[in-house]
């Protein structure tokens, strides 16, 4: 089977530095820092209705653009709710 048929994702193939080590490129879809801290602002200024899902402005970490401490269920609204 020949994968270069099906394969689409030639710009996340490793690439070579002229010095001779291997990287891998960023996908064109990742975020660059100042949109995480984006989105992490926005976490914490959001508000659901009760019981809907925890407080999820408790794990939103602006510095370091992280969330930490989500539950299955919130992770789950998160992604169906807010990001179509």
Not at 29 to 47: F, G, M, N, P
Not at 56 to 84: E, T, W
């Amino acid at each position: 089977m020949n994968l270069s048929l099906y394969y689409r994702g030639r710009d996340l193939e490793l690439k070579s530095h002229p010095h001779g080590k291997m990287f891998k490129p960023k996908a064109n879809y990742t975020l660059a820092t100042e949109q995480i801290k984006h989105v992490c602002q926005w976490l914490k200024d959001l508000r659901m209705a009760d019981e809907y899902s925890s407080n999820m402005a408790i794990g939103a970490d602006i510095n370091k653009g992280r969330m930490l401490g989500m539950k299955s269920h919130d992770c789950n609204v998160l992604m169906n709710a807010y990001f179509p």
